[in-house]
């Protein structure tokens, strides 16, 4: 009986995976589908119906182009981070709450929070073994950005936290039964939308890609593969982010067509701002999240406290 669990188990993981790189691929069809109607344009048209199959084309040509590396930088640093990245973005999918396939978190947030801290690790890796002076560059500003907003999202989450009194995402569902995290916390869920834009390194706050000075940022030697495993993990971690949302603000994990509903609209609010909103400047990025969202969320918090102990 324990094989035959066992072989479930990675079935059922398996299939997750397929899944979320299905999605990933659909997302990036979506994306560049909605900046084109924004642009006043059309979008990918030309490969299979309506342009559905131009993902699929772009990947093999990606995987299929020379890998090339620079002649001094660290190779099995340079070669490892991209992949590693990937495989951290494709863990944090565990966390999905299911009914079943054996995967019960009980601590499922502190698990979410300790991989996006390690995920900061590749993006200093990357930069620093091409040994380009853009790409550490690029590197250094994502690690700074992405290190102060997790301060931020651990905050913020600790609001929602103190609500349902435990680590477990399953919980959310429990107490959204009548009424949505989101009116209740309104301006904390609004700043953990824009924080995790900030988190995954998205317009308004791509910083790691400031044209006019850095080119590409940290992913400037890479090619081929490599490219395209960091591109994987971006927008996997956009996915992974808007379902965190919908679980934690917007009613919690069902199985029903309104959550994959959800999850596509907040997935196009990400791409939405990449057409609407400019690039903030660097230090007024790190001013939004020390002297904003940090004495916010502080605030929240205490807040929250003082109702949980008034209530009970």
């Given amino acids: 009986m324990m094989i035959k669990d066992m072989l479930l ?3 059922g993981i398996l ?4 899944g979320v790189l299905l999605s990933v691929a659909f997302l990036t069809l979506l994306e560049r589908k909605v900046l084109g109607y924004i642009q006043i344009r059309k979008g990918p048209n030309k490969v299979g119906y309506l342009g559905i199959l131009q993902p699929f084309s772009d990947a093999i040509k990606l995987f299929s182009k020379e890998q090339i590396f620079p002649s001094y930088s660290n190779y099995m640093c340079y070669y490892m981070s991209p992949v590693i990245s990937f495989i951290l973005s494709l863990m944090i999918w565990m966390l999905i709450p299911y009914y079943f396939n054996m995967i ?17 690790y590749t993006l200093m890796i990357a930069g620093w073994s091409s040994n380009s002076n853009y790409s550490m560059l690029g590197s250094l500003r994502a690690v700074a950005q992405t ?11 600790m609001s929602s936290i ?21 009116f209740l916390m309104m301006p904390l869920s609004l700043c953990w939308m824009s924080s995790s834009m900030a988190e995954t390194n998205r317009t308004p706050f791509d910083f790691a890609e400031g044209e006019s000075e850095l080119v590409s940022g940290f992913n400037i030697e890479y090619s081929s593969g490599g490219f395209a495993l960091i591109f994987l993990a971006e927008y996997s971690s956009i996915l992974f982010m ?3 949302f919908i679980l934690m603000y917007m009613g919690g994990y069902s199985m029903n067509l309104m959550f994959y509903l959800k999850l596509t609209y907040i997935s196009f609010i990400f791409i939405w701002v990449r057409g609407t909103l400019p690039r903030y400047r660097y230090d007024k990025l790190m001013y939004l999240s020390w002297k904003s969202y940090l004495p916010l969320s502080l605030n929240y918090l205490m807040f929250f406290m003082g109702l949980k102990i008034f209530l009970f």
């Fill in 9 to 11: 188990f990675m079935l």
């Fill in 147 to 157: 290190i102060s907003y997790e301060v931020s999202l651990a905050l913020i989450m």
């Fill in 242 to 244: 808007s379902m965190l």
């Fill in 104 to 120: 019960s978190f009980n601590l499922g947030i502190l698990f979410f929070l300790c991989c996006i801290s390690i995920g900061v």
């Fill in 15 to 18: 299939i997750l995976i397929v």
């Fill in 162 to 182: 103190m609500m349902i009194m435990d680590f477990n995402l399953l919980s959310f569902y429990n107490y959204q039964e009548l009424m949505w995290f989101f």
